[in-house]
T-cell receptor
Framework: KNEVEQSPQNLTAQEGEFITINCSYS?????LHWLQQHPGGGIVSLFM???GKKKHGRLIATINIQEKHSSLHITASHPRDSAVYIC?????????FGAGTRLTVKP | DAGVTQSPTHLIKTRGQQVTLRCSPK?????VSWYQQALGQGPQFIFQ???????QRGNFPDRFSGHQFPNYSSELNVNALLLGDSALYLC????????????FGPGTRLTVT
């Protein structure tokens, strides 16, 4: 079993829909990251969380340390949000990644 | 200010050959980490360099080695290439005081035939 599990693996949505991507982890962590990877490989860091909730534009990330679970929400989704979203957890300097959720937003 | 840069963008090698990938960190960063991302999977940590030394290493064989130069740029070397080494190799850099905040490069896509 992977230490970082994401769901769903693939997600297709219509433009404007509210999207939720989930991440569960089984190790103790000091921080959790949500990353966005576009076709071609470039990775952009969206959020770093150690507790609570963060919001940036249409993106919201939450984490529940007790339940070892985090969610990434996208409101009013747009085709340009289409990408792979990766959850990564950090324990000291060791970073472990989920397999990613491939999101496709159709116009 | 250029972010993290990597070269080359794409590379095709033959099984058994050796390859060197290069990474220049974001300005002001002195810590460089390397990751391997196989198709359809999340990145896997290879190793991290700080002050020209390997500070931490993931579960990769000795065929994977690296180097960090005084200007903080870094190289990843892979010897005796296997077909399974085909992947996207990502470099990420960070400040020493902010090890949690990594900036990723665009990656080098290596294909081993």
């Amino acid at each position: 079993k992977n230490e970082v599990e994401q769901s769903p693996q693939n997600l297709t949505a219509q433009e404007g829909e509210f999207i939720t991507i989930n991440c569960s982890y089984s190790v103790g962590i000091s921080a959790l990251h949500w990353l966005q990877q576009h076709p071609g490989g470039g990775i952009v860091s969206l959020f770093m969380l150690s507790s609570g909730k963060k919001k940036h534009g249409r993106l919201i990330a939450t984490i529940n340390i007790q339940e070892k679970h985090s969610s990434l929400h996208i409101t009013a989704s747009h085709p340009r949000d289409s990408a792979v979203y990766i959850c990564a957890v950090r324990d000291n300097n060791d970073m472990r990644f989920g397999a990613g959720t491939r999101l496709t937003v159709k116009p | 200010d250029a972010g993290v840069t990597q070269s080359p963008t794409h590379l095709i090698k033959t099984r058994g050959q050796q390859v060197t990938l290069r990474c220049s960190p974001k300005s002001g960063h002195d810590t460089v980490s390397w990751y391997q991302q196989a198709l359809g999977q999340g990145p896997q940590f290879i190793f991290q360099y700080y002050e020209e030394e390997e500070r931490q290493r993931g579960n990769f064989p000795d065929r994977f080695s690296g180097h960090q130069f005084p200007n903080y740029s870094s190289e990843l070397n892979v010897n005796a290439l296997l077909l399974g080494d085909s992947a996207l190799y990502l470099c990420a850099s960070s400040f020493p005081g902010l090890p949690y905040e990594q900036y990723f490069g665009p990656g080098t896509r290596l294909t081993v035939t």
